[in-house]
């Protein structure tokens, strides 16, 4: 498709459960970032990358959360052990710029629910 | 204080007010903004960017205060349509942060 494709779209786990959360971002695109968006809350910066790079990763709230991007393309979050505070929209975006200095291109998110 | 912030609303507003949001940042060296807009429980769209003093489209106008460092968004003629969560948008050594995001609920 044209735009940034993440999967899961919904995704409910039991407290202690490890989850992956895909992001597909626009063909060519150079960076992609992946934000945590709580209820009522504006998208909070988790990590970004530029191709397969991991510029910034000073947003992840602690070491159960790992991201990766081996290929400069699809780009996976990991959550391990996950705890009922890791539930929210998880947001994925890519830009064609070498940083966040444009526009951002975010896709539908995944809704994490930590039971 | 945080990096962006914004009054989270909500604002309820008549069909064809004129509504105004501000948002304050903490980064001085920042150079452009953004305005975001997000519907319930989709993702964020860009609405317009903040350059220099500022920008107009259509109903819409953005303006910069660097002296006092904040951002407004100027809307005119309120449409239902406009219901929607307002984010303020600073870029930040390569990432972009968002503010908590303004509701406004236009009425009939």
């Known amino acids: 498709g044209a735009g940034v494709s993440q999967s899961p779209r919904y995704k409910v786990a039991k407290r202690g459960q490890d989850v992956a959360l895909r992001c597909d971002p626009i063909?060519?695109?150079?960076?992609l970032f992946w934000y945590q968006q709580a209820l009522g809350q504006g998208p909070e910066f988790l990590t970004y990358?530029?191709?397969?790079?991991?510029?910034?990763k000073s947003g992840l709230p602690s070491d159960r959360f790992f991201a990766e991007r081996p290929e400069g393309s699809v780009s996976t979050l990991k959550i391990q052990r996950t705890q009922q505070e890791d539930s929210a929209v998880y947001l994925c975006?890519?830009?064609?710029?070498?940083?966040?200095?444009?526009?951002?291109?975010f896709g539908e998110g995944s809704r994490l629910t930590v039971l | 204080r945080k990096e962006v912030e914004q009054d989270p609303g909500p604002f309820n507003v008549p069909e064809g007010a004129t509504v105004a949001f501000n948002c304050t940042y903490s980064n001085s060296a920042s150079q452009s903004f953004f305005w975001y807009r997000q519907d319930c429980r989709k993702e964020p769209k860009l609405l317009m960017s903040v350059y220099s003093s500022g920008n107009e489209d259509g109903r819409f106008t953005a303006q910069l205060n660097r002296a006092s460092q904040y951002i407004s968004l100027l809307i005119r003629d309120s449409k239902l349509s406009d219901s929607a969560t307002y984010l303020c948008v600073s870029p930040q050594g390569g990432k972009l942060i968002f503010g908590q995001g303004t509701e406004l609920s236009v009425k009939p």
């Open positions: 975006a890519s830009t064609p710029d070498r940083a966040g200095t444009g526009e951002l291109f």
């Open positions: 990358f530029q191709n397969e790079a991991q510029l910034d």
């Open positions: 063909s060519g695109h150079v960076s």
